[in-house]
């Protein structure tokens, strides 16, 4: 494996790595295999569980993570990113980015000589996706059940509905018309779909959605560059709230997920993300699980 830009680069990879993920979790693993590997992590967005996980995971792997805001790099300054990722592949091991635009990463990737790793970008969030699976796992035992994501066809939808379309896992993406996932994605997903049997849907129906649902997932209405969108996104999306009243409607054991941060009052209420059947908080702790199985195949 040579990047991580997209859940489609790891096809082939994703069960190896949750399992991987999951001996990392019960400390079955090696100590300190990247004992003297430096990962350099450039942030243009602001992070909480991504930066955590990734700099906690290469501390705990033996190695070190730098952590690099924009206003610390040239990049800043107007560098072309194809320069920074000639200069720093001489000093690093990997690079971890979380960056507004997709396109940026590819271009970091394509003059990188060291592995690139998609942290986050408007397009996809392959790291969130794969911390996703190994929580369904745990909860469900396999990837049989049906996932709905509810709201917005952003990042995280996508790689969603991809690694979904992957496994072979049923998903339902209810939003309001016009936030569908790009067409792209679907044309992916779609084609993956027909070779592993995972029925996908695009529907603005929300109810017909989550009618057996086994997983009900959403992400905050308002992701960070929508933020001029604020009043209309919201009164879009109402319909959409992930509450006690849309919960009942899935299956009896149906478990809630929120890749986070969460805006309680929007996309779900406090009853529900608070609630028994939410699991988001190992859902959050996986992240570092999935992270350090996804350090440990790239960087070792």
């Known amino acids: 494996m040579k990047h991580l830009l997209s859940i489609c680069d790891i096809r082939h990879q994703i069960s190896p790595l949750l399992e991987i993920a999951d001996k990392f979790k019960k400390n079955q693993m090696e100590e300190n295999p990247l004992q003297g590997k430096t990962l350099a992590m450039i942030f243009e967005k602001s992070s909480t569980r991504t930066r955590i996980s990734f700099e906690v995971g290469m501390n705990q792997l033996g190695g070190t993570g730098l952590y690099l805001s924009t206003d610390d790099l040239q990049i800043g300054r107007g560098e072309p990113i194809s320069d920074t990722a000639r200069a720093m592949s001489r000093y690093v091991d990997g690079i971890m980015i979380r960056a507004s635009k997709h396109t940026d990463v590819i271009e970091l990737a394509k003059n990188s000589t060291v592995p690139v790793i998609n942290g986050l970008t408007d397009l996809e969030h392959p790291c969130q996706a794969l911390a996703d699976m190994q929580t369904i796992k745990e909860h469900k035992g396999n990837f049989k059940g049906k996932i709905v994501f509810a709201g917005d066809g952003n990042n995280v939808c996508n790689s969603l509905l991809l690694i979904c379309a992957i496994l072979g896992m049923d998903m339902a993406v209810a939003c309001p018309v016009g ?14 779909a027909l070779e592993s049997g995972a029925h996908l849907e695009i529907t603005p129906d929300i109810t017909s959605a989550v009618t057996d649902a086994d997983v009900i ?19 879009s999306f109402k319909p959409y709230q992930v509450n006690e009243e849309l919960m009942s409607m899935a299956r009896e054991d149906a478990i809630f997920m929120h890749c986070l941060p969460a805006i309680r009052g929007q996309e779900t209420t406090a009853e529900v993300i608070d609630g028994p059947q939410s699991v988001v908080w190992d859902q959050a702790e996986n992240r570092l699980h999935a992270q350090k199985a996804i350090l440990y195949s790239f960087l070792k």
């Open 179 to 192: 936030y569908e996932p790009p067409a792209e994605i679907i044309k992916k997903a779609t084609s993956m």
């Open 217 to 235: 997932y959403t992400d905050v209405w308002v992701s960070m560059g929508d933020e001029s969108q604020i009043k209309e996104r919201i009164e």
